[in-house]
């Protein structure tokens, strides 16, 4: 049995951590996809991560995002009254 590659050990931690990133455009686009087809079977594809993956411009996940038609939720922001006085 061969021990696990330097690059899935790289993948099984950054899912576990995947929530608390900030950035992923310095990772290179054929270890992001491979990031993103993981999020997406291990169930981790939140709003904030899929903002995340959609940041970084890679046009498969683009793709992918595409064509499982995932769509972002919009939330409705609500008019205030902030240029009257009461």
């Known amino acids: 049995m061969l ?4 690059l899935s050990l790289t993948i099984d931690s950054a899912l576990l951590h995947i929530s608390h ?6 990772i290179p686009d ?3 996809t491979l990031l993103f087809k993981e999020t ?6 939140t709003e904030k991560v899929l ?23 919009l939330s409705p922001v609500l008019p205030t009254r902030c240029s009257e006085k009461f």
């Not at 021990?3 to 330097?6: D, E, H, N």
């Not at 903002?51 to 972002?72: C, D, H, P, R, W």
């Open 3 to 6: 021990p696990p590659s330097l």
């Open 30 to 32: 054929p270890i992001l």
């Open 40 to 45: 997406l079977h291990a169930g981790k594809l």
């Open 51 to 73: 903002k995340l993956f959609m940041a970084t411009g890679n046009e498969e996940i683009l793709y992918f995002v595409e064509s499982l038609n995932i769509k972002q939720i």
């Open 21 to 26: 990133f900030t950035d992923l455009s310095a």
